[in-house]
């Protein structure tokens, strides 16, 4: 094939994949529909429903601020509140990736039966995320009303970083989702790799404690990064111009990736499934 047809085809392909994501953004409607039923499901013939979700977050972070900051030695009153929007980002971005590895194969009635635009089904996850995740904020308001002063205007930074991790979860969820429908065996790679990630992100441990060589696992860790736009800006701390520009590196270069990945082989989504 010569290099002006391969450049026609990818073209072409990026087109097509652009296509699908604005007609997925005409159906935002449906997809946050969507994403209402699962949260639902979920929880179907439950009592509390997605209340357990506060309750079960609010008792881990408990639990783990009371051992991990004495194991630590922190004190308590500034480790836990730190721990907390760890913990919390943390579901969600983790959630997001876990999800989306799943999100085509989930949605194989739906593929099978209408044409619709492929990438509702990583919006869907990532809509589904922040509705749980949503259920939380009741947990990370009382840790700021009994542990920390009232945030400032700058607390408002934490809305642009967190619509950056909704961005990448888009991205995310387009690649893994993909790739996992494809090759079965790859789903618990990826929960076997976010589990090694966790304890490399600094979510129960505090970037301060780091010295020396190990200077990388905040600095060159994009977890680390995202985790930071979010919550510093909550805990009254400045937030690197480093954290921002690594983070939105991320993002370009993963979205970079994932319109040619998706556009390459949208089309066969349905005959993987």
Not at 110 to 139: D, G, I, T, Y
Not at 200 to 227: C, D, M, Q, R, Y
Request: net charge positive; proline share 5%; glycine share 6%.
């Amino acid at each position: 094939m010569s290099d002006a047809s391969e450049e026609s085809r990818m073209r072409h392909d990026l087109r097509l994949a652009w296509l699908d994501l604005l007609m997925a953004a005409r159906r935002r409607h449906l997809i946050a529909h969507l994403a209402w039923l699962d949260v639902r499901q979920r929880y179907r013939r439950s009592v509390l429903g997605p209340i357990w979700l506060t309750v079960s977050v609010a008792f881990q972070i408990g639990a783990m601020g009371l051992v991990y900051g004495e194991l630590f030695h922190q004190d308590v009153s500034s480790y836990l509140p730190r721990l907390a929007f760890g913990l919390t980002m943390w579901g969600l971005i983790s959630t997001m990736v876990a999800d989306g590895c799943m999100c085509f194969i989930a949605a194989e009635s739906f593929l099978k039966q209408e044409a619709l635009p492929k990438s509702m089904f990583p919006a869907r996850v990532v809509m589904r995320s922040l509705m749980v995740f949503a259920h939380n904020l009741v947990v990370l308001l009382a840790v700021i009303v009994i542990f920390l002063p009232l945030p400032g205007w700058g607390a408002l930074l934490a809305l642009p970083g967190l619509a950056l991790i909704a961005i990448n979860g888009m991205w995310i969820g387009l690649v893994v989702g993909l790739l996992c429908t494809r090759f079965r065996d790859l789903p618990p790679i990826v929960g076997s790799f976010m589990q090694v990630a966790f304890f490399l992100t600094p979510v129960i441990w505090v970037p301060e404690a780091l010295h020396g060589k190990w200077w990388w696992l905040v600095s060159l860790n994009p977890f680390a990064s995202f985790l930071s736009i979010v919550t510093d800006p909550l805990l009254n701390v400045p937030t690197p111009v480093s954290r921002w520009l690594f983070a939105v590196a991320v993002t370009l270069v993963g979205w970079t990736l994932a319109m040619l990945l998706f556009g390459r082989f949208r089309a066969r989504i349905t005959y993987w499934l």
